[in-house]
């Protein structure tokens, strides 16, 4: 009995420690993949994201902080694609190397072998919904933020002679000539204050440290406009503060950028404070997010269970290479239904109900599927 006993102990370590070997494999695979795949989709987006230097005034500083902190939602958006190409690669380099017969020969079914693999996709899944729901949100308010709170403090760079600016909201600049950071014939037009101030200097340097961001103009006029009066006078010298000016930068958080909790609150009229977002004209955009953020994830273990599907044929079999070729078609239709189907959330209460019932149907067709297909094979 006593070696029975350490045989029994013995072959169920012996299964743990192969199902370890693989899911460690996976996840390498994945972890890898991931952040090469994302560094190379952030480095696309930076690249996009310049004009927050080139035409909206931000330093490089808060480029950078932006950017970085857009980093969570392009990963919540690339990993179930990741996660599908791991475990189909992973599965085939196993069958490959015979590695899966180590599986067989050990007492695994492959029954048993889906349904940790399943284990393993609702963990990612758990995952994919903190991000999508929570993090990923919290990481855009906050560059949003960021753009919020800064000042026009790349401005300098962006005048150029004979050009109007207008990068911040109610001026415009017009500079006539620029030459070693002095100016001539500067013309600004300034309507921020409710009324219409029109200056007009000689010559002028600007300014623009941390603590000090002015044009100090020389030798001109300022024309203000207010209830149609006008009111002109002449200046010898005057100070041109800019730090009270915002960029032109968007920076209403938009809702893909509001938390999880408010949006769930304008859908149930649970608010007291309703929200920019919660205009009858956005609820469609709102249920769609919801539905992204709260069931796209539940379409990871369905692309698990399908790829899973490989372990039903091997590499003897001279359709193999076909079949490997319907399993990754058929894993790319369900994502591009999942992504579809996010379009059409926000139509009707009927077509939510069954956005959401759509994981859940593909999961217990395929998870049947599969438990038929093994007990008939």
């Not at 310049?50 to 500083?61: A, E, I, N, P, Y």
């Not at 906050?142 to 002679?161: G, Q």
């Amino acid at each position: 009995m006593r070696y029975l006993y350490i045989n029994i102990n013995k072959k169920i370590s012996m299964k743990k420690l192969i199902f370890r070997k693989f899911a460690s494999d996976v996840l390498t695979f994945f972890l890898i993949s991931i952040l090469i795949m994302g560094l190379i989709v952030w480095t696309l987006q930076a690249v996009n994201y310049f004009d927050f230097v080139t035409q909206d005034g931000h330093g490089l500083k808060i480029y950078f902080f932006y950017t970085l902190l857009n980093f969570p939602k392009i990963i919540y958006r690339i990993l179930p694609f990741i996660f599908f190409i791991s475990l189909f690669f992973t599965i085939i380099r196993y069958e490959m190397n015979n590695e899966l017969n180590i599986f067989w020969t050990n007492g695994i079914s492959k029954f048993k072998f889906i349904n940790t693999m399943v284990i393993l996709s609702l963990m990612l899944m758990i995952f994919q919904i903190f991000l999508a729901s929570y993090l990923a949100p919290l990481s855009q308010y906050k560059a949003r933020e960021i753009i919020r709170n800064s000042n026009v403090d790349f401005f300098a760079n962006l005048i150029n002679e004979g050009k109007f600016l207008n990068v911040v909201k109610g001026l415009t600049i017009f500079i006539e000539k620029k030459e070693e950071g002095k100016f001539s014939n500067i013309f600004i037009d300034d309507s921020s204050m409710g009324f219409s101030r029109m200056t007009y200097a000689k010559s002028g340097i600007l300014l623009n440290d941390s603590e000090n961001k002015k044009f100090l103009l020389s030798d001109g006029k300022v024309i203000n406009i207010n209830n149609k009066k006008t009111n002109t006078f002449k200046f010898n010298q005057i100070n041109f503060g800019l730090q009270s000016y915002d960029s032109n930068s968007i920076i209403i958080p938009k809702i893909q950028e509001t938390d999880s909790r408010t949006l769930l609150s304008c859908v149930f009229n649970k608010t007291d404070k309703p929200s920019q977002n919660c205009k009858n004209d956005s609820l469609d955009e709102v249920k769609q997010e919801l539905t992204k953020r709260f069931f796209k994830p539940m379409y990871i273990p369905v692309i698990a269970l399908i790829s899973c599907f490989l372990i039903f044929s091997g590499k003897f079999d001279t359709r193999y290479n076909k079949f490997k070729i319907y399993i990754f078609l058929m894993v790319l239709f369900i994502i591009i239904i999942s992504e579809t189907a996010l379009r059409f959330s926000g139509i009707s209460n009927l077509q939510l109900i069954l956005n959401f019932s759509l994981p859940f149907i593909f999961f217990l067709f395929f998870y049947f599927f599969s438990y038929f297909k093994i007990n008939n094979a």
